[in-house]
């Protein structure tokens, strides 16, 4: 008789009614895989996106991207990892589960220091985040403009920046102000001006170097390349189509011949060492068992989270 776990798919397109938890057969991990019982899981805007009507989803979806975890057994070929091992995985297929099965590649070490449930929120934001501020080429000359900075990637972005020794003008709303002077930024408040509120900043601040955009307003790309000389250090993480009319580089997933594939790769270690040390922060602010995955998604897609919410299983 098969191994059986629980696990949330989207039964239909539609919104976060149609998701149901189901039992699922747990199969074992083939060559090169690590099968992991899950502990947490992140939840992502891809998720309620991936069965959204006009989404092109096909029911039934499983969902989760990202998993903080126990290793349960591993596949022939499997060097690296152990039943036994904590372990963070990102990305997965269907990670809202009690278990989950992925390539050994994209799993790495939870270290003592980062608890399980930020853990599952570190990685999907984190990865993308490195990768903006490494293709930008951020570094202590320069001054950086993060648009979205109360999202997961903006904060993230936010705080690697800072870490790098740049200064960084970070637009949010008026909620969001006060965490982002902690992480070391200046926050403005977007809207209609936010130009003009950035230029009076850069008298004290110095000139804007650097942009990086993760909320895919016309206003926010019109801000970034009337202030950054150098268009190649303007990214957008949103608005990929506007990207090459504008000639400013387009990141993630959807954006062609992404050249970030090694630093992706290479990020998952270097976030989970920062996060563990307490160098950069996973600010959770909601967390829900598997069986009220829905209410999670009703949340998320509200856009006023403040953090990052996270699906528990134990």
């Known amino acids: 008789m098969a191994d059986m776990g629980r696990a949330v798919v989207a039964t239909a397109l539609g919104g976060p009614e149609v998701l149901r938890l189901v039992e699922a057969e747990v199969t074992p991990p083939g060559p090169g895989e690590v099968q992991v019982r899950v502990h947490a899981a992140g939840v992502n805007p891809w998720d309620w996106k991936s069965y959204a009507p006009g989404s092109g989803g096909r029911p039934p979806v499983r969902l989760g991207l990202e998993v903080a975890g126990v290793v349960q057994a591993v596949g022939t070929g499997v060097r690296w990892y152990s039943p036994g091992d904590e372990v963070v995985a990102w990305p997965v297929t269907g990670g809202y589960a009690d278990v989950v099965t992925a390539p050994q590649r994209v799993v790495v070490r939870r ?42 990637v903006g904060r993230m972005v936010v705080q690697l920046a800072v870490l790098r ?24 408040t977007y809207g209609p001006g936010l ?28 801000t970034s390349v009337a202030l950054v000389r150098d268009r190649r250090r303007v990214a957008t993480l949103v608005a990929l189509e506007r990207a090459a009319g504008l000639g400013v580089l387009a990141l993630g997933h959807g954006a062609g011949a992404d050249p970030g594939h090694d630093v992706r790769e290479a990020a998952r270690s270097q976030l989970t060492t920062l996060a563990a040390d307490g ?36």
């Open 111 to 152: 270290p003592d220091g980062l608890d399980v449930v930020r853990a599952a929120g570190l990685l999907a934001a984190g990865v993308t985040a490195v990768h903006a501020v490494d293709a930008t080429g951020v570094d202590d000359e320069d001054v950086v403009l993060v648009h979205g900075a109360s999202g997961g």
């Open 165 to 188: 020794g740049a200064r960084v003008i970070a637009t949010a709303s008026p909620a969001s102000h006060d965490c982002l002077r902690r992480f070391g930024a200046e926050p403005v």
């Open 195 to 222: 130009l003009d509120r950035v230029r009076d900043l850069e008298p004290a601040l110095g000139r804007v170097t650097v942009a990086i955009d993760a909320v895919g307003t016309r206003e926010s790309l019109d």
């Open 279 to 314: 160098s950069v922060e996973v600010l959770v602010t909601g967390t829900y068992p598997l069986e009220q995955a829905a209410a999670a998604h009703v949340r998320s897609r509200d856009g006023h989270t403040g953090g990052k919410l996270v699906l528990v299983t134990r």
